[in-house]
């Protein structure tokens, strides 16, 4: 590897202003960017790669200079994580149940997965109704697919409502999605 110094100062934390580096980079430790990084090819880590510097994202716009762009250019928020939804219907009530999610927010889209396995469905009817999403629902209805895997394999949709943390389950003829030892997997995707 050779390394051409345009100007820094080397040492134990060395600091560099402009560099070129012909062949492969090798280190241990953290790099801090404070101005732009390009590069001409490949990155490959086995790590993390953290962008952390506030009011900065992955720039998008035609030019790609990251300087007067507008905000729906710049995607600044990613984040992924697990959600624990909380499972009623709408008439009667569910005794038991078991559930698990996840989710991936990539700007104001929200996709949540989500497994419920309801262990005893008690006199619960109507629709299921799954609450607890991890960010509020925008003012728009949103959509979203499903399948019951344990007992009738059967499809269904959710059905979200505009600025609240819950969306509901019917099947595709609007009948109750839910039984005792039914387990309910889907995708609800939706906007924040």
Known sequence: MTIKQLGGV???NPTFNDVTIEGQLTFDGDIEVNTDLKVSGDIETTGNVIIATSGSG??????GTGTGISSSELLDDYEEGTWA???????????????????????RAVS????????????GSGSVK???LPFTQ???RSI????????????FTSNGIGSTTFFYLSKIDGSYPAGTAYRLQGNFV???
């Open 10 to 12: 080397f040492g134990r």
């Open 58 to 63: 992955i720039d998008f716009s035609a030019t």
């Open 85 to 107: 939804p909380v499972v009623t219907s709408t008439v009667g009530a569910i005794t038991a149940y078991a559930a698990v999610g996840t989710y991936t927010k990539i700007g």
């Open 112 to 123: 949540v997965n989500y497994t419920i396995l309801i262990a005893n469905n008690g006199t």
């Open 130 to 132: 799954v609450d607890s």
């Open 138 to 140: 925008s003012g728009f």
């Open 144 to 155: 979203g697919v499903g399948l019951e895997t344990d007992v009738v394999g059967f499809p």
């Open 190 to 192: 939706y906007s924040v």
